[in-house]
């Protein structure tokens, strides 16, 4: 029962039939039982029983508001089961937002293969590269790709992801060659739109030194798809992801400019949930299936 003490021995008087069978079922004195229904009567100011020597009978007022309350009890004590069964096994709705590429390239699978594993579940995922607010707007866990700022979630890290500069070679054809860092200022840059500070590149060498380069935009765009696309293309440099620019780098489609140089600082691919005392059983399955896949990944390439 989540009443008062009070509350909680008058339901039991009432499924007991009398004061001392509920004294006996609950382990306190009969007097105590007594007086804790004395006192609910006096704040409801209410007879809540008919007292016999040899009985106590509900009043009609009693009957009612146990009717209620013992029902209330009884549907409380179902979700309650149906909560402590959820942390046993998988189940419930499980919302999950995913940046737009990276899980078309990467999370389809195992999505699907978590979805099959737990048919308990209801997973409900969305596909989308907007920053949204994780409890805000209701999501159980979202996976982020960058460098996490401190916002009171818990993050796991399940990946690294670099960025690589990349040019198509057609692009470096026309422009004078790139030497240095400096030279990256000259020519067009394709830039992420959702990024805070997307016009320039900062990056490092191999001593650690570190420095920032201004991009000339011509063309912006919050998808790492269309990033690819205009710099296969020959638009313009663009700062890639590594998961998306891989294998158009192996093809030769894609070179890598200026390959002594890192971006930074190096980003991560994160698993972030709500700060909870108890995670919820289907979001640390969740976790798991996420991390598992991409410690395959990593494995592969």
């Known amino acids: 029962m ?63 508001l146990a009717d209620i309350l013992i029902r209330n009890d009884d549907e409380l004590s179902a979700v309650l089961d149906q909560i402590s069964a959820a942390q046993e096994r998988p189940t419930g709705r499980l919302r999950v937002n995913v940046p737009m590429s990276f899980g078309e390239l990467f999370l389809r699978g195992p999505i699907a293969d978590f979805a099959r594993q737990y048919p308990d579940v209801v997973v409900d995922v969305d596909f989308d590269d907007r920053r949204v607010h994780l409890v805000e707007d209701g999501y ?14 818990i993050a796991r890290r399940v990946g690294d992801c670099p960025l690589i500069l990349c040019a198509a070679p057609d692009l470096l054809d026309r422009h004078a060659p790139v030497l240095a860092p400096n030279d990256v200022s000259r020519l067009p840059a394709i830039i992420y739109s959702l990024t805070v500070d997307g016009r320039n590149w900062t990056c490092r060498d191999a001593a650690g030194e570190q420095q920032s380069i201004a ?7 919050n998808s790492a798809g269309m ?3 205009a710099c296969l293309r020959g638009v313009g440099v663009a700062i890639l992801p590594d998961f998306s620019c891989a294998q158009a780098l192996a093809d030769g489609k894609l070179v890598r400019v200026l390959p002594q ?9 994160y698993v972030v949930y709500p700060d909870k005392r108890f995670v919820p059983l ?9 991390a598992s896949a991409m410690g395959q990944y990593d494995q592969l390439s």
């Open 215 to 221: 991009l000339q935009p011509v063309l912006y765009a």
């Open 227 to 229: 990033m690819l696309e």
């Open 261 to 269: 140089l890192e971006t930074s600082p190096d980003r991560g691919i």
């Open 282 to 290: 289907k979001v640390r399955a969740f976790i798991d299936s996420i």
């Open 140 to 153: 159980d866990l979202v996976v982020r790709i960058g460098v996490l700022e401190d916002s009171g979630l």
């Open 2 to 64: 989540l009443y008062s003490s009070a509350v909680e021995i008058f339901c039991e008087v009432i499924r007991q039939g009398s004061f001392i069978g509920a004294a006996n079922s609950l382990g306190v004195s009969g007097a105590a039982v007594s007086k804790q229904i004395k006192r609910l009567e006096t704040d409801l100011n209410m007879v809540l029983f008919y007292r016999t020597t040899r009985r106590v009978v509900p009043t009609e007022s009693g009957q009612r």
